[in-house]
């Protein structure tokens, strides 16, 4: 039936091979997608054998009480021995692991394994001292600053699993955090720089830290605080505790202890862009083994040579997974940088790539959009011929913003991952392979060596090529998540019950003619226009694709005649002015001609910022609102909640 699946309406037909230099040197080559298929836990095994382990496993996979998996099962491994440890005794403690670059200009660390595994070590032993023990949770609320990633290596060292909290957050989210995962010591410092002015993190600690306290269930036992910006901080005596009087005089000495693969390394809570977040729960083994191998297989890591730049910030998934455990037990050299792109200037990530000569490049769709609205002048200011090779994770890449950063950015050369993955999923589960796939703007690819998924319809059927469906996952994979913290059955419900023995991810997705996939936006999104079921990321897309659209959120809004009607809002390239007296009538012709008339927008409001959660993912559902005339919903995982009061004076004067 027409309605049950997602009508596949854009067309794109550029493609672009693997550069042949890289192909021939790739980590990964086709025949990785074979031996895969024929014995996936062997497959897995082989990956796992990459790490270093206190003892080897008995069984790659028991799914014998499925949603319930556990991998690598009687096999013993430490995360942060193999992010630190093994590399100084393989001889390369001296290769630096982070070019750590802070906001204020000139403020610098190159910090080398050899020191980052004293530092760890460190660490370690205050945590120990101040009574933290395996199992026990850790709360970190941190900007992106070395101790960050120290803090977290020495929780996995000692089993205490972590939970980052993004430091943009709120006390009340902090708060809630720690009382769902039961945290009693807290990492945090006085502040951190944020365009160019230091901006506090002790208070909201201090209050997160009253509120855990009144509500009773849960008592944070200390605070461990970095000076990171020298500002005044109020202190709680018998609770904080100076990181500079602890840790800097602990000994350098740390005798790792094993944890079992499925001992729990951390729960993050997931970004909230549609409800109340989860705490999602990762294991060591497997997610060791999930992460490193993608990170070294979608990136063509070569440790020796590459300097590697995730831009995500460590309070997301994807700096766990690729900023700290994938890149680090993968021996990477890397850059981590405490600020924001336009501090103090809008070159400054260029500036900064030029500078160490950074070869791989992992940024989201939102900054790119960003860069495209201010104009490809600014990257062209650096040189960025370093780079070999760039990434794209967080939300679908318009098939425009893939273009310009190819363009601009890989100077036309450096191949392109979109990685498609989630704060459940771990690791990178879709995305092209680097030396293999010939890659097409916007779309992810193919399910990464190892990894079962397809696209499926409302009966679970596997959807034909060139129809559109739900994304699911058929199999098992290492990093998946092991259960939401506290709540088993929250996880079936979520995740596991829309069809038996299915992962259900919540996005729509499309096979392509040759069977590639595209992923569509979140389910929850899709528009139901005259019977048609509309795609947000195709018609954003289509409008992307005009010369003077840098970015564009697309909702159904309710129609008397149409059930649900396309509302887009659209902001314009700096250097499109105003648009023009005709530019909405011309984005509404353009979306006809791009796409159909069926998807053209009943609506076009030109704004100056759209809604974003704090990771930059747009947050439709406050759009939705605005459209449909409410009142607007809960904006406190807005990064910036004052964009909607900017988005309803835009609609009132043009009202
Ligand atoms: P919540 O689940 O709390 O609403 P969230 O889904 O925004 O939050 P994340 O786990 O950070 O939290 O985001 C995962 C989602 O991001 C995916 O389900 C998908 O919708 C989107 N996404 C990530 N990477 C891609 C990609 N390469 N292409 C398309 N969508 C992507
Ligand atoms: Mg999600």
Redesign the pocket.
């Known amino acids: 039936m027409a309605d049950e699946t997602l009508s596949n309406l854009l067309h794109e037909n550029r493609r672009f091979e693997p550069p042949a230099e890289l192909a021939a040197h790739a980590n990964v080559k086709a025949e990785a997608y074979e031996r895969a298929a024929s014995d996936r836990e062997a497959f897995w095994a082989e990956a796992a054998d990459r790490l270093d382990w206190g003892k080897k496993w008995d069984q790659v996979l028991d799914w014998s009480n499925p949603p319930f998996a556990k991998w690598f099962v009687g096999g013993e491994i430490n995360a942060s021995v193999n992010c630190v440890d093994r590399h100084v005794e393989a001889g390369r403690g001296d290769k630096v692991a982070l070019h750590w670059v802070g906001e204020p200009a000139d403020d610098t660390r190159d910090i080398t394994y050899a020191e980052l595994k004293d530092e760890v070590s460190k660490a370690a032993n205050a945590l120990t001292e101040l009574g933290v023990k395996k199992g026990d949770r850790v709360a970190i609320y941190m900007p992106m600053i070395p101790e960050t990633v120290v803090t977290m290596l020495a929780c996995a060292r000692l089993g205490a699993p972590h939970t980052v909290v993004f430091g943009g957050f709120s006390s009340d989210a902090l708060a809630s955090r720690i009382t769902d995962c039961g945290a009693e010591v807290v990492v945090t410092s006085d502040g951190g720089y944020r365009r160019g002015a230091p901006s506090a993190l002790k208070p909201a600690v201090d209050e997160a830290v009253e509120k855990v306290r009144a509500a009773g269930e849960v008592t944070v036992r200390n605070v461990l605080v970095v000076r990171r910006t020298g500002q005044d901080v109020a202190w709680n005596e018998g609770t904080d505790v100076w990181w500079h009087d602890v840790v800097d005089g602990a000994s350098t000495e740390h005798t790792p202890e094993m944890h079992d693969a499925e001992h729990p390394l951390y729960v993050m ?10 705490g ?1 729960l990762h294991t060591t083994g497997g997610y060791l083994v999930g992460t490193s191998y993608t990170h070294w297989s979608v990136f063509d890591l070569k440790p020796e040579t590459d300097v590697y730049w995730c831009t995500a910030d460590v309070g ?3 700096g766990h997974s690729y900023m700290v455990y994938g890149p680090l037990a993968n021996g990477a050299t890397q850059v981590m940088y405490e600020g924001t792109p336009d501090a103090p200037h809008k070159g400054r990530w260029w500036e900064i790539i030029e500078k160490y000569g950074v070869t791989i490049f992992y940024t989201a ?1 939102t900054a790119i959009r960003t860069f495209m609205k201010q104009g490809a002048d600014i990257p062209a200011k650096f040189d960025l011929s370093s780079i070999r090779l760039l990434g ?6 318009n098939p425009e913003a893939y273009m310009w950063y190819r363009e601009h950015i890989g100077a036309n050369k450096a191949p392109i991952v ?7 999923t771990g690791q990178i589960l ?2 092209p392979l680097p030396g293999v796939t010939a890659g097409k703007p916007g779309s ?1 690819m193919r399910p990464l060596p190892g990894i079962v998924a397809d696209v499926v319809d409302d009966d679970a059927h596997s959807v034909p090529d060139g129809s559109g469906g739900y994304l699911v996952l058929k199999e098992p994979w290492p990093a998946m998540l092991r259960t939401i913290w506290g709540d088993d059955q929250r996880f079936i419900d979520t995740y596991w019950s829309r069809w038996k023995g299915l992962y259900f ?3 729509g997705a499309k096979k392509d003619d040759d069977g590639d996939i595209w ?1 569509l ?2 389910v929850d999104d899709v528009m139901n226009v005259s019977g048609h079921r509309l795609s947000t ?1 195709e018609i954003e897309s289509a409008l992307v694709s005009h010369p003077k659209v840098a970015e564009a959120a697309v909702v159904g809004a309710a129609d008397d005649m149409t059930g649900q009607a396309v509302c887009a809002f659209v902001i314009l390239r700096d250097n499109a002015g105003d648009g023009g007296a005709d530019i909405v009538s011309e984005l509404r012709n353009h979306v006809a001609k791009e796409i159909g008339a069926i998807a053209k927008p009943r609506q076009i409001m030109v704004v100056p910022e759209l809604p974003k ?1 704090r ?1 930059g ?1 747009i947050m439709r559902r406050l759009l939705k609102d605005v459209a449909e005339g409410r009142d607007v919903g809960d904006v406190t995982t807005l990064a910036d909640s004052s964009v909607m009061d900017l988005i309803k004076a835009r609609e009132e004067a043009t009202a």
Request: no cysteine.
């Open positions: 809570y997931t970004s909230g862009t549609t409800g109340k977040p989860k999602i997301w998934v994807t769709p794209s994770v967080g939300e679908s890449i979109d990685t498609w993955w989630q704060t459940e879709l995305s992810a991810a919540g996005d992923l936006g979140r990321t959660t990771s993912k």
